[in-house]
């Protein structure tokens, strides 16, 4: 059984829909991340929150948009999609150094949310 | 800009043999080396993590060795089982302090009973 846990599991969405994925840890980690995985491509990082704030964009577009509403909880917000944005969606959580506090930076992963636009 | 490579993208071995699958990184200022396993349509499983101060790590019969010097990890599966297919990915923490994971494109394991 997996510390993270995310849903849905699969979604399947007009271009037009709008659309949430949620990310639930139940690790007490302090950082939370969503990363996309398409085919043979390696997993690409999209956002990342520490202590609930968002220390990461990496030049996501805007029809994506994440929510951290507390250490536990991440949300994908998913709006005007694209067919290309069709892919596998991972959360992760991690229990990263800082502050003097410990941390090992490992991640464990949700068993993802499968997209497919249409 | 860390880049992570895992050679080769595909591996066949019959059941019961030693294996040894490769990741190289190219910036060897890491924070730590994590190696998970992934199966069809699922979510990353962590196996082993080593942090940049260590060397090697044991679990059952994985054992994952890191070289920081020359920029290379091994992840050592012995006695295989057909249980153990899977797509095995490396990922590399860098620059602590504003961690940054780099995922290699994974080794894809087929053990043929």
């Known amino acids: 059984e997996t510390g993270v846990t995310q849903t849905p599991r699969h979604l399947v969405m007009g271009m037009t829909n709008k659309k949430s994925l949620k990310c639930e840890q139940h690790?007490?980690?302090?950082?939370m991340y969503w990363y996309k995985q398409s085919a043979k491509k390696p997993l690409e990082l999209m956002f990342v929150?520490?202590?609930?704030?968002?220390?990461e964009n990496n030049s996501v577009p805007s029809r994506f948009s994440p929510e951290c509403p507390n250490s536990s909880h991440l949300f994908l917000h998913l709006h005007t999609l694209q067919p290309e944005d069709s892919a596998l969606y991972l959360c992760?959580?991690?229990?990263?150094?800082?502050?003097?506090?410990?941390?090992?930076?490992?991640?464990?992963f949700g068993e993802g949310s499968r997209l497919t636009v249409l | 800009k860390q880049e992570v490579t895992q050679i080769p993208a595909a591996l066949s071995v019959p059941e019961g043999e030693n294996l040894v699958l490769n990741c190289s990184f190219t910036?060897?200022?890491?924070?730590?080396l994590q190696w998970f396993r992934q199966d069809p349509g699922k979510g990353l499983t962590s196996l082993l993590l080593?942090?940049?101060?260590?060397r090697e790590q044991t679990s059952g019969r994985l054992n994952a060795s890191l070289d920081k010097s020359s920029g290379r990890s091994t992840l050592y599966i012995a006695a295989s089982q057909p249980g153990d297919s899977a797509t095995y990915l490396c990922?590399?923490?860098?620059?602590?302090?504003?961690?940054?994971?780099?995922f290699g494109t994974g080794t894809r394991l087929t053990i043929i009973p």
């Open positions: 080593i942090q940049s101060s260590q």
């Open positions: 910036d060897s200022a890491i924070y730590n």
């Open positions: 990922a590399v923490l860098s620059n602590f302090g504003n961690e940054k994971l780099t």
């Open positions: 929150y520490n202590f609930k704030e968002q220390t």
């Open positions: 690790l007490g980690h302090n950082a």
């Open positions: 992760a959580s991690s229990q990263d150094a800082r502050d003097g506090e410990a941390g090992t930076g490992e991640l464990f």
